[in-house]
């Protein structure tokens, strides 16, 4: 009988996983500058035990896998070093009040390309003969992107020489984050192709260097 239960535990244990994880989410507030989100990946992949994470931008929601023996405490800990707020739980982020682009002008030259963060291929295809083509890489949580938003509706309330493209980005680790790769280092991210075919990058929330690359160029 003893040496049946014996058998019976090893082949338990052999079976057991050795170390337990959890999946939990997290709803985060105070999101609204120029790469948040970015800032706080390196400090998340520091946590020892913490396995992988996903962040939606939609709903201000890290969904984070992590062994059994980490504290909730500790993720919330991580997020207040860095500004932000983190509730144990989903829905009480920011996702509700997450800006979302309004209507641009009636017969303005708009077109969004990507919603959910799909890789596009070369930008250059995006280009518009004749037009300043704007190619506007934006994400629902980025503060600064909803005023470069807003200064190209008064953009194209005025000029019918400028087409803009729409890219939502949604996450640093979405197919298009990763393929537009290092040269994204932080939200909004602009490129503009000028009609002569010169192309300017615009990194951060800089109204004068929009309208500087939207000028003709000898």
């Given at each position: 009988?003893?040496?049946?239960?014996?058998?019976?535990?090893?082949?338990?244990?052999?079976?057991?996983?050795?170390?337990?994880?959890r999946v939990q989410v997290y709803s985060?507030?105070?999101?609204?500058?120029?790469?948040?989100?970015?800032?706080?990946?390196?400090?998340?992949?520091?946590?020892?035990?913490?396995k992988k994470f996903a962040f939606d931008?939609?709903?201000?929601?890290?969904?984070?896998?992590?062994?059994?023996?980490?504290?909730?405490?500790?993720?919330?800990?991580?997020?207040?070093?860095?500004?932000?707020?983190?509730?144990?739980?989903?829905?009480?982020?920011?996702?509700?009040?997450?800006?979302?682009?309004?209507?641009?002008?009636?017969?303005?030259?708009?077109?969004?390309?990507?919603?959910?963060?799909?890789?596009?291929?070369?930008?250059?295809?995006?280009?518009?003969?004749?037009?300043?083509?704007?190619?506007?890489?934006?994400?629902?949580?980025?503060?600064?992107?909803?005023?470069?938003?807003?200064?190209?509706?008064?953009?194209?309330?005025?000029?019918?020489?400028?087409?803009?493209?729409?890219?939502?980005?949604?996450?640093?680790?979405?197919?298009?984050?990763?393929?537009?790769?290092?040269?994204?280092?932080?939200?909004?991210?602009?490129?503009?192709?000028?009609?002569?075919?010169?192309?300017?990058?615009?990194?951060?929330?800089?109204?004068?260097?929009?309208?500087?690359?939207?000028?003709?160029q000898p």
């Amino acid at each position: 009988m003893k040496r049946n239960l014996g058998i019976a535990v090893v082949a338990l244990l052999a079976v057991s996983p050795v170390f337990a994880e959890r999946v939990q989410v997290y709803s985060v507030q105070g999101f609204s500058c120029e790469g948040c989100e970015a800032e706080v990946r390196p400090h998340l992949k520091e946590i020892k035990g913490l396995k992988k994470f996903a962040f939606d931008g939609k709903k201000y929601e890290y969904t984070i896998t992590l062994a059994d023996d980490v504290p909730d405490q500790t993720i919330v800990d991580a997020f207040k070093k860095q500004g932000y707020k983190a509730i144990v739980g989903p829905g009480q982020g920011a996702g509700p009040d997450a800006y979302k682009p309004q209507p641009y002008p009636e017969g303005a030259d708009v077109t969004f390309v990507t919603e959910k963060g799909e890789a596009v291929g070369d930008l250059a295809q995006f280009r518009v003969d004749g037009k300043f083509t704007v190619l506007d890489f934006y994400a629902d949580w980025c503060g600064p992107c909803r005023d470069v938003d807003r200064q190209l509706h008064v953009i194209l309330g005025d000029r019918k020489d400028v087409a803009v493209r729409k890219f939502n980005v949604v996450t640093f680790e979405s197919p298009l984050a990763k393929e537009l790769g290092a040269k994204l280092t932080k939200l909004p991210f602009v490129v503009v192709f000028q009609p002569n075919g010169k192309r300017k990058e615009i990194v951060g929330e800089a109204p004068e260097k929009l309208l500087a690359a939207l000028k003709a160029q000898p």
